[in-house]
Structures are given as C-alpha cells and as structure tokens.
C-alpha cells in the first residue's frame, strides 16, 4: 500500500519538474522525502498525489503540490536559514522546509484543532525539530526573530509590517495578498534595510485560506 502511494508521489514530482515548476535539485530532493499522503486525513491518502488542494480539519487546507514548490523555489532556503511559517495547517510543508534548512523551523497555527493535527503529523514522520505554536501568525513569533524567511500559507488583506519587522536585512517575507474570497497575488517581500524598506516581486495569482488575525482579516 504505502509502495503504491510512494509510486504515486514519485510520478507527480517528475510531473512537476517536467512542469519547470520545481526546477531544483533540492526541492525536489525535499518533495521526494515528504510525500503528502503522510501529512492528509487517511481517507484522502489515495488522492495526495493529485496536484490539488485537500481537506484537513477545521474547513482548513493542505496546499496542491505546485503552490507549495513554486513557493519553497521562491524561497531559495539553504541549510542553517532561520525560517518562520505561518499556517501550519497539516504541518507538511514545515516539514518540507525542514528538509530544506536542516534547522528548527517554527509554524504558527491559530486553530488548535490543527496544531494538533500538524504536530501528530510531524511526530509521527519524524519531525522533532519543527515546533508547532498556537497563535495569530499575523503577529509573528518574536522569540527567534529575525528570520531570513517567512513564508505565509494563508492570504493576507495587506502585507503585515509586524513581519517584516522580524526579517533580517535582506531576508525575503513570502505571502499571497489580495482578496478574502480565495484570490490573491503572490507577492515575495525582500527587506532592504532596517527602516523595513522594502522591495516586492509580483509572481501572479493564487487562492488561499484567509489569514485571520489582528493584521490579517478579522474573524
Ligand atoms: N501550510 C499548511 C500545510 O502544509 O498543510 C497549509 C496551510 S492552510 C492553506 C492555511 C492555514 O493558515 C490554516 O490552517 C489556517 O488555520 C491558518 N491560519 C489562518 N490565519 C492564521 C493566523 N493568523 N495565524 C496562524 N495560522 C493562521
């Protein structure tokens, strides 16, 4: 059964390099050591490999395969990097960005029925060095700031400057922005100096769960 699943998974990362939508040795290296079908509900399993969105608890999603490559490429993680997610959601793609910095990662869930569900996910995987905080991501997690990545699962009304405030000098905030109702524009927030003087790159249209927080959207 799990030869099957991996099968499957393997298929749909050639797929996405095929795609050009991972283009890198590494984040294909990542993908191929977190197949999804261990991070979803065991009556999605059979369909984690088909590059689309899939329910998790809390009406709450586990992004398609092709959002979260395009977003790690985007990200450039390399190893040591001090990275913050928010929206843990299933805990999958912290895992992914473990494999990519070998190095604590932290993600903040604001429902606890999923940081449950996320650090069952990663306990169960093998993932003790990804720590899973109960919170409003729209404020950061201030503790083991500055981070030279963060990257933000869920869309946003406007760029939060809470954020931005805990990015090193040139680290880069990942966030799609744009309207409540599922259709933003990813957006990468390079920090060019202490004043959170910033530069954006556009990198075009996604739908996302909302962000839902003090600067996100309110509840
Ligand atoms: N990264 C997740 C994964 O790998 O499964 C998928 C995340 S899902 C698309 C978005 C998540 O963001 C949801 O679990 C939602 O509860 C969470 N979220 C929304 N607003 C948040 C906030 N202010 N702080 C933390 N998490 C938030």
């Known amino acids: 059964m799990e030869d099957e699943l991996y099968e499957k998974w393997k298929h749909l990362v050639t797929g996405l390099e095929l795609q050009r939508i991972i283009k890198s040795e590494r984040v294909r290296e ?35 395969p092709h959002m979260v490559a395009i977003m790690l490429e985007i990200a450039d ?3 040591d990097m001090n990275i913050l997610e928010i929206g843990a ?31 069952r996910n990663l306990e169960r995987a093998g993932y003790d060095r990804v720590h899973v905080i109960l919170g409003d991501g729209t404020k950061g997690f201030p503790p083991k700031a500055p981070y030279d990545v963060i990257i933000v699962t869920a869309g946003a009304p406007k760029i939060p400057t809470s954020l ?4 090193k000098v ?23 100096d202490k004043e959170n003087k910033v530069k954006i790159i556009k990198h075009g249209g996604v739908a996302f769960v909302p962000l839902v927080g003090e600067y996100g959207w309110k509840e």
């Open 30 to 64: 990542a993908f191929l050591k977190v197949p999804r079908y261990k991070f979803v509900l065991e009556r999605y399993k059979d369909y984690a490999h088909v590059d689309e969105p899939l329910p998790i608890p809390a009406g709450q999603t586990i992004s398609a």
């Open 77 to 79: 993680l390399k190893e």
């Open 89 to 119: 959601g299933s805990g999958w793609n912290a895992a992914l960005i473990y494999e990519l910095v070998k190095n604590d990662v932290y993600t903040i869930e604001r429902i606890p029925e999923l940081v449950e569900f996320a650090r």
């Open 164 to 167: 931005v405030e805990q990015l």
């Open 170 to 192: 040139g680290g880069k905030l990942i966030i799609p922005v744009g309207s409540y109702h599922m259709w933003q524009e990813l957006y990468e927030v390079i920090k060019l």
